[in-house]
C-alpha cells in the first residue's frame, strides 16, 4: 500500500514533501541581539530554520497544535524515532537547547566525540552539535 501524505507536518514521508512542509514554516528574522533560531539539517539535506519553541518527531502534527508549538516532521524509515520524540526550546533570551519528549529510544547530543544523554531537563545546544533521535542525526547550526 502506497504511503498517503498529509498537510501540517503529521506525515512525511519523502524529501520532497519534507522540504514543501519545512518551507512552508514561519521565517523569524532576529531582530536584537541574544535573538536567534536553530537550523536543523536532516540527513537527506533538507534544512528546517526553527525560529520558535517546537516538537520534533515522526509525527508531531497534532501534539504540536495543542500545545501551541511548531511541529517539525523527520523522516525515519526505520522508525527508531518516536511520534514525539524532543522538544527544541528557542528563546530570545535563554540558550537554545533540546529535551527528551518520553521517547521510546533516547534522545543524544553529540558534540564532536562526546555524547550527552538527554533527559527532560533542557540541555544547551552549541553549533554544530548533531541531536540524535534514535538512529536519525540531525545536524545543528545555531544562530544567536
Do not use: C
Not at 17 to 30: F, H
Not at 81 to 103: E, Y
Request: proline share 9%.
Amino acid at each position: 500500500m502506497p504511503h498517503q501524505h498529509r498537510d501540517a507536518g503529521a506525515d512525511v514521508t519523502t524529501p520532497e514533501m519534507l522540504n514543501r512542509v519545512a518551507r512552508s514554516l514561519p521565517v523569524w528574522e532576529p531582530t536584537r541581539p541574544g535573538s536567534g533560531y536553530i537550523e536543523l539539517t536532516h540527513p537527506d539535506g533538507a534544512r528546517v530554520r526553527i525560529t520558535a519553541d517546537a516538537v520534533i518527531g515522526r509525527q508531531p502534527g497534532e501534539f504540536a497544535e495543542k500545545e501551541g508549538l511548531i511541529g517539525i516532521p523527520v523522516q525515519d524509515p526505520h522508525r527508531s524515532v518516536s511520534r514525539v520524540h524532543a522538544h527544541l526550546w528557542v528563546r530570545p533570551d535563554t540558550p537554545a537547547s533540546v529535551s527528551d519528549a518520553d521517547s521510546g529510544n533516547g534522545t543524544r547530543l553529540q558534540r564532536g566525540e562526546h555524547y550527552i544523554s538527554v533527559a527532560h531537563e533542557p540541555e544547551p545546544l552549541e553549533d554544530g552539535d548533531i541531536i540524535w533521535l534514535g538512529d536519525v542525526g540531525l545536524r545543528t547550526a545555531i544562530q544567536r
